[in-house]
């Protein structure tokens, strides 16, 4: 028997190729428009902890926008990429940074998958909590062992030298360069990953596993792929956070709120969608920022810094139940509609 | 509703578009010196902080109205809320590093532990000493490694050695320690693990028996810690917690029969947020501090004559005036000032830089005579700092809770500091070899 | 062995205090098939609430009273602005929805109220108290007393009243209870009061232990784990999920904790947790779904 | 190999004691399209959910190829090439027409996720590929102008026809479909048999599906099998089966 073959076989595409203006835009400013006007405050304060909170959502996506399982494990996976990669860099200085880095996902991605085991067997809230398990324990195993802090008496893990191929990255610009490369592709095989295959088998989980069991996918080796993978960018994000941004981390500074955090990003940017990380982390880290600016410039810090951190605190909640009540579908969604709306707008008269 | 949402996206973009040209409005003038405030107002943290800035913002006031600034340089200052995060630290510090309206920025205090050790190596690239009281990296003792970072007064360190001592006084001399219990119930974190180090060394030293019992954070819930407590029967209890972890542990401490008045808090648990909810059950608590509560001392008859009554606070609550932190508000903005003028001594009666006032602090010399004009007897310790010493100091005096108010029952409690310096030398020089970094002489004039 | 016997019934009566927390979920959960995280911030926000006033003189016995209407208000207007734009929308995004409500509520207590710390005395002195040769503690007995009250209270409430019995009928099958015609909006609002008095009372617990302040959000944590076990859907399960979970924590802090370096709570009740879904994945008591396809 | 491609032998299935299969036993010959009529019982997707390893039953053997059962899992059924459709559409609702159909390709899916990651060639070839099929099932089924379509927007006529195409696209050597015409008018029903009979005549698919409407079943079906409470009453051509007095008895009184 055979299945019958288009009779044309005309190459047929899938998307319809546009010249991806936005998108080229986007890059130029990032890699020319910002080395050329970005100052050490928008390097360090906001564009570094922006790109890699964006990537700390995708990896999360992947999981839980794409594949439907809840995590809210996410900093504990970001905490094991940062203190691998350290500990490569450290004891095995002669891999250098991108190996180093790689091989720091690489066992995030083992612990997400130990950790992704349950998927098997457990669903919904009980998986939640386990990540949660995932979450605390790792922690501890982080504070508890010296030995994952080179014996360091305060359990803070530091950047030694960033350099690739000798180049220095230590500074402000070397550390946004580096954070953006990676970032770009990771999202790149991220993109290619949800468009092929699996991505498909994936979302077929989410959208119904029984179904997705009957029509061939093996559903609980996808699950714990997906666990995999999306601890790998949790991971490689952590390295960054700790490393192209902070510059230093202890296991405080993955604790569950950066988990919290990393979930608002996914909720407001929106559930599968890529590029919703980036919508999602740009809105959740420039928020506090612009309140707290506005704050300063209305009051010239008159006003009661904690009222203004409380009030933000009600905005993100009030945002977060809006988003779920009118669109679960993020802020992306928001932005698609807004471009549909100006492409046709001349038809309008 | 649909709007609503449009709404808070146009909001974001505005965000965007505003924070560029968002620029606090203070006016500054470049002859003045710029005191940055990295301030947590929110978080679990808050309820102390409040109270530090208040002390901070006082004595600045007073600096400025009633001496008429540093040597004719007025202060200027402006708050950035950190919520006690190393990010947002990260961020204040981003924003204020480069001065304010061309007011430099000679001292930095990144005032939490996050934050600190964040800033630690960006601020030695900037050239912009950061003082941490009380908390911070203590191998940044040893000035040679870390040029930038001055952890002044107290390190987790001196803390533990001057807590020995202090027990050693009450048993009645060292000889008295051999055979002693002493627990430690410590925060099961980076700042809990500090001391296991140094009491370990001071354990073989005085030959006492050193038990460590960590306790996981958050700390609410303590019975199974004081459990292991009451077996072991220790002499003495050296109490390690922090925020809520304090009060559950004074509480649960009564509740296994333990004598309050033999557990000694370190100074994040020697304030009254620690005890009061622990109520009656804290009566005869001790604690160790380097900035005692106490509204007696003379700079407090000045700034109740100058400050307060004027109606010029920054206190919300004036029954907190002379509390545990605002006293710490005190202190820290003491240190930054002297730091200042010391180093106006040397370059001149203006505003200074941050390499400028990293000389300041390292040739900081406070002593009793100062420590009198200043109306700090009492209140502050005699500090000396030098190129190889960025801690000065070691000192703490201890109080008491008597269910409403400290009481001070004892003078300045002085560390061992020559015994442990090896310990931190070994650590800044594992520190300087990871990183790579050669040391730099020190020739007495950097 | 008298160690071994006391530190397991502290642990068990240390375990009552998880249970009053964990019995908020149940509840909620049970009715309207949300799984509430702002079960903590609500624990706080009753917690403040209660304090602020009796600072402010405010007797004790009027406190309560107007906590408990303050907390009504608060459920009512959670149903009418969270609950029903989001009915019939997946558990996962209820529950995702209760996160942000717990930033609100949080956000609010603590700017109304302030964030210093507030001490909270029930006249319970926290005393050692000897049955034998066993050290127990009052404060602990007087938690467990409460726990038992509030359950034959509920009991009650469930079984005796005519919402008790609409609201087990929502529980057992939503449909069924709307074509009878019960109003699922009053049932909600009523199970999230009473939610919210039951937290009341965990948050006065909690609170005259460790002082009332913003960490008595945290307890929330301590109760996941008593329900993974003791199962979302019944409040006998969640009484023996916490004595399970308070008396295993305690055992293994003294006796595990000491080889691998101790402060291993945090984690390891959730771990206990796991092991128990490997056995039974829909925990002690709670009912599993067949999925129909 | 035998004639018969599946032999159903004893099946017992029962809900909380609750029999809803009763020791059924039947046969389905290769390349013949089977219906099951089901008048009275409950759990008519039952049978489908046993054979296909979504329930597991209690008691009974499955034979599919000569090949023995006592247990199947759904996913060994669709390796082993059992294609299935669902009564109430279990399309996946967020994703495209197209996607939905190339779901049903995993089982043939031989390239790596790093492959795919890293959109190497192998990767990329597959995809080719799998879209030239996707595309040939799309025109088959007439579906080409709804590629791009959510299914979850789609008429319910159409979904049923997706949910075909997800199955087919595998090229199963056995195909159950449960109810492939539930809830369609008159011409749908008919366009759908159609379908269904191309299936089977120009992919040699042997189907086996659950139908009511009698009309259709007669027309459309080589081999009718027919069950009262779980219980078989009745077996063979539609002739015969309209013959049978238990049937004829079966469906007195009701009404279709």
Not at chain 1, 180 to 203: C, H, S
Request: aromatic content about 10%; glycine content about 10%; hydrophobic content about 50%.
């Amino acid at each position: 028997m055979s299945i019958p073959l288009a009779q044309h076989t005309a190459p047929l595409l899938l998307i319809q190729r546009r010249m991806p203006w936005a998108l080229i835009g986007l890059l130029a400013l990032a890699f020319i428009g910002v080395p050329l006007w970005g100052n050490d405050y928008w390097l360090n304060a906001i564009l570094i902890p922006f790109l890699v909170l964006s990537l700390a959502g995708l990896g999360l996506n992947l999981l839980t926008g794409y594949t439907g399982q809840t995590s809210v494990g996410a900093a504990g996976f970001m905490a094991v990429g940062a203190f691998a990669t350290y500990g490569f860099l450290l004891r095995l200085p002669e891999l250098g940074l991108p190996v180093a880095l790689l091989g720091g996902g690489v066992i995030s991605a083992l612990v997400g998958l130990l950790f992704g085991l349950p998927s098997s067997r457990i669903k919904g809230f009980y998986l939640m909590v386990t990540t949660l398990a995932a979450q605390f324990f790792l922690e501890w195993l982080f504070v508890k062992f010296p030995w994952f802090y080179n014996y360091g008496s305060s359990g803070t893990i530091s950047a030694p030298r960033l350099a690739l191929f000798g180049h220095d990255l230590n500074t402000p610009l070397g550390r946004y360069l580096l954070t953006l490369v990676t970032v770009l592709l990771l999202t790149w095989t991220a993109i290619n990953l949800v468009r092929t295959q699996v991505g498909r088998n994936w979302m077929a989980i989410r959208d119904m596993d029984t179904a997705a069991a009957v029509v061939g996918i093996p559903v609980v080796r996808y699950k714990r792929l997906a666990f995999a993978v999306s601890s790998f960018y949790l991971g490689i994000a952590g390295a960054l956070w700790a490393f192209a941004y902070l510059g230093t981390a202890s296991a405080s500074s993955f604790d569950i709120n950066r988990s919290f955090q990393i979930l608002f990003i996914i909720i407001i940017g929106g559930m599968g969608s890529i590029a919703g990380n980036f919508v999602g982390a740009a809105f959740i880290s420039l928020l506090p920022i612009f309140l707290s600016h506005a704050g300063q410039a209305l009051f010239g810090g008159s006003v009661d810094a904690g009222q203004l951190q409380n009030l933000q605190k009600i905005i993100f909640g009030v945002l977060i139940i809006v988003f779920l009540i009118k669109e679960p579908e993020g802020l992306i969604r928001l932005l698609h509609n807004l471009r549909d709306r100006v492409r046709q707008w001349p038809l309008r008269f | 509703m649909r709007a609503s949402l449009k709404r808070s996206l146009v909001g974001a973009a505005f965000a965007l578009a505003t924070l560029a040209g968002a620029v606090p409005q203070a006016m500054a003038s470049p002859d003045q010196q710029f005191i940055p405030l990295a301030t947590y107002r929110v978080g679990a943290y808050a309820s102390s902080g409040v109270q530090v800035w208040a002390g901070m913002i006082d004595y600045l006031r007073y600096i400025n109205e009633v001496e008429g600034g540093i040597n004719g340089v007025k202060l200027v200052w402006q708050e950035c809320e950190t919520e006690w995060t190393a990010e947002k630290g990260i961020e204040c510090y981003e924003r204020f590093k480069h001065g304010l309206d061309g007011a430099p920025v000679a001292v930095y205090q990144p005032n939490g532990a996050p934050a600190a050790y964040a800033l630690s190596e960006r601020a030695e690239v900037d050239k912009i000493p950061l003082i941490t009281l009380g908390y911070g990296r203590t191998e940044a003792t040893d000035g040679t490694v870390f040029p930038y970072n001055f952890p002044v007064m107290l390190t987790f360190y001196s803390e533990a050695s001057t807590l020995v001592n202090y027990i050693a006084q009450r048993e009645g001399g060292f000889d008295k320690l051999k055979g002693k219990k002493i627990a430690t119930v410590y925060h099961d974190s980076a700042y809990g693990r500090e001391t296991l180090g140094p009491l370990k060394l001071l354990a073989e030293k005085y030959g006492f028996e050193n038990i460590q019992i960590p306790v996981a954070d958050p700390g609410n819930e303590q019975s199974a810690q004081w459990r292991q407590v009451r077996q072991a029967n220790p002499d003495w209890v050296f109490l390690r917690t922090w925020g809520v972890s304090t009060p559950v542990a004074v509480k649960t401490a009564a509740r296994f029969g333990f004598p309050v008045d033999h557990i000694i808090g370190d100074i994040w648990a020697s304030s009254s947020e620690d005890v009061l909810p622990a109520g009656a059950a804290a009566k005869g608590y001790l604690a160790l501090t380097p900035y005692p509560a106490g509204a007696d001392f003379e700079i407090h008859k000045r700034l109740k004559q100058y400050i307060l009554d004027k109606g010029h606070s920054d206190l919300k609550d004036l029954k907190n005036f002379g509390s545990v932190y605002y006293n710490s508000g005190l202190v820290n903005a003491a240190v930054a000032v002297e730091a200042i003028r010391t180093g106006q001594a040397k370059f001149g009666k203006r505003p200074l830089n941050g390499e400028e006032g990293r000389w300041g602090l390292e040739h900081l010399n406070i002593d009793d005579a100062r420590l009198k004009d200043m109306g700090y007897l009492g209140l502050m310790q005699n500090l000396k700092l030098s190129c190889r010493d960025h801690e000065g100091g070691g000192s703490a005096r201890v109080q008491q809770w008597d269910g409403a108010n400290w009481t001070l029952i004892s003078e300045w409690i002085a560390a061992d500091r020559g015994l442990l310096r090896p310990l931190i030398d070994e650590k800044s020089a594992a520190f300087a070899k990871e990183k790579g970094l050669t040391p730099r002489t020190c020739t007495g004039d950097e | 062995m008298t160690f071994f016997f006391e530190t397991l019934l502290g642990g068990l009566l240390a375990g009552t205090m998880y249970s009053l927390v964990a019995i908020g979920f149940v509840l909620i959960y049970k009715a309207s098939g949300v799984f509430n995280f702002a079960q903590g911030a609500m624990l706080l926000f009753a917690a403040l609430t209660f304090v602020s006033l009796h600072d402010q003189g405010v007797p004790f016995a009027l406190a309560l009273l107007l906590t408990v209407i303050v907390m009504s208000v608060g459920a009512l207007l959670i149903g009418r602005l969270v609950l029903r734009p989001l009915v019939n929308r997946s558990q996962i995004t209820l529950f995702m929805a209760t996160l942000g409500l717990s930033f609100i509520i949080e956000g609010l207590a603590q700017g109304l109220m302030g964030s210093q710390v507030r001490a909270l005395d029930l006249g319970i002195d926290d005393v050692p108290l000897f049955v034998g040769p066993l050290m127990l503690s009052q404060f602990d007995l007087i938690a467990a007393a409460a726990a038992v009250v509030l359950v034959t209270v509920l009991a009650l409430l469930f079984n005796k009243t005519r919402i008790g019995v609409s609201l087990r009928a929502v529980a057992d099958d939503t449909t069924a209870a709307l074509s009878i015609g019960i109003n699922l909006n009053r049932i909600w609002q009523i199970v999230w009061a009473v939610a919210g008095i039951v937290g009341l009372v965990a948050g006065l617990l909690w609170g005259a232990r460790q002082g009332v302040q913003f960490s008595l959000s945290l307890v929330v944590l301590k109760a996941l784990p008593v329900l993974i076990i003791g199962g979302f859907t019944s409040i006998g399960g969640a009484i023996v999920g916490g004595l399970i979970v308070g008396a295993a924590e305690n055992l293994a802090e003294v006796y595990i904790g000491p080889l691998i370096g101790g402060g291993i709570t945090p984690w390891f009740a959730y771990v206990l947790a796991l092991a128990f879904l490997y056995i039974r994945p829909a925990g002690l008591f709670g009912e599993r779904a067949i999925e129909r396809v | 190999m035998s004639q018969a491609i599946l032999q159903v032998r004893d099946i017992s299935l029962s809900f909380k004691g609750v029999k809803a299969i009763n020791a059924l036993s039947f046969e389905v010959l290769r390349g013949e399209i089977c219906a099951l009529i089901w008048p009275n019982g409950a759990g008519k997707s039952s049978l489908l959910n046993v054979l296909n390893g979504v329930y597991r039953f209690d008691a009974g053997e499955i034979v599919f190829e000569d090949q023995h059962f006592h247990r199947i899992d759904p996913l060994g059924a669709a390796r082993r090439g059992i294609g299935r459709t669902f009564q109430n559409n279990a399309l996946f609702k967020k994703m495209s027409v197209l996607d939905n159909i190339l779901t049903g390709l995993s089982r043939h899916m031989r390239s790596s996720f790093i492959e795919q990651a890293l959109g190497l060639p192998r990767a990329r070839r597959e995809a080719e590929a799998f879209r030239l099929r996707a595309q040939g099932i799309l025109e088959f089924l007439e579906l080409q102008a709804h590629r791009d379509v959510l299914v979850g927007n789609l008429s319910y006529g159409l979904q049923k026809r997706v949910e075909l195409g997800r199955a087919l696209i595998a090229g199963p050597s056995l195909l159950l479909l449960d109810e492939p015409m539930a809830g369609m008018n008159a011409e749908e029903k008919q366009e759908m048999a159609r379908f269904v009979a191309d299936v089977n005549r120009d992919l040699g698919t042997t189907v086996v599906l659950i139908e009511h409407d009698m009309g259709v079943v007669m027309g459309l079906s080589d081999h009718v099998v027919v069950l009262d409470y779980g219980r078989k009453v009745g077996d063979g051509t539609p002739a015969q089966v309209q013959a049978n007095p238990e049937v004829i008895a079966a469906y007195l009184g009701v009404v279709h």
